[in-house]
């Protein structure tokens, strides 16, 4: 059965191009994101795997550890590895999943057989320190993913895992957000003393709380 939001994170243990990881034991206590890449050598990967890279410090300042996942070999990866350095000017800093028996690609429900039965989709699965799946996105082949906006879910994930506040449409970090609807009325002042802003009963502003 496919995965869930709120489900546990499956684990697995498998090579990757910084040795042999078991998954539950490398989240430790963090955060994590597990994203696929449909294969080795292929410009829209390519891109995205850079990308990452350069914005590695922003996951790793959330505590958010990072680990990709393509269809191919480890010694394959090897190879792009000098690749993606080359092209997008970076050095890659993450690990990246040898799934050629598409062991993890399965357990996760990444092979979309309607758009290709050998390669993976573009999936991304951010997991919470308690191990539960938070987030799940599914893009095409054809659609580089935008990772400004998966570090912006990830800023509103672990607002909501703190405070009872969920984030409005296009939110960023440091706008206000919504008092989550488990908040009655009577708490929200108390629970959010800078002020509470009402503009219906059921949709009430307050400032960013601070972590
Ligand atoms: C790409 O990353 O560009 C790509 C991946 C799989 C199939 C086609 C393109």
Not at 154 to 165: E, G, Y
Request: aromatic share 8%.
């Amino acid at each position: 059965m496919a995965l869930r939001l709120g489900d546990e994170a499956p684990n697995f243990t498998v090579p990757t191009t910084a040795g042999t990881i078991n998954f539950h034991d490398w989240l430790g206590t963090g955060w994590g994101i597990l994203f696929s890449h449909p294969k080795d050598y292929t410009p829209v990967c390519t891109t995205e795997l850079g990308t990452v890279a350069k914005l590695k410090s922003e996951f790793d300042r959330r505590n958010v550890r990072v680990l990709a996942i393509s269809v191919d070999s480890v010694e394959s990866h090897h190879g792009w590895i000098k690749d993606i350095d080359e092209t997008q000017n970076t050095t890659m800093n993450f690990p990246i999943i040898g799934d050629p028996d598409r062991k993890v690609a399965s357990l996760y429900d990444m092979i979309h057989p309607n758009a290709d039965d050998t390669l993976t989709v573009r999936s991304v699965f951010i997991i919470g320190a308690d191990r539960k799946i938070k987030l799940i996105l599914t893009y095409p082949a054809s659609t580089g993913r935008n990772f400004a906006e998966i570090l912006r879910c990830i800023d509103s994930l672990q607002l909501a895992a703190k405070h009872k506040v969920a984030t409005p449409a296009n939110w960023v970090c440091g706008e206000d957000c919504i008092v989550s609807t488990t908040v009655k009325d009577e708490d929200a002042d108390r629970l959010f003393p800078e002020g509470v802003r009402r503009v219906k009963p059921y949709l009430r502003y307050v400032a960013q709380p601070k972590s």
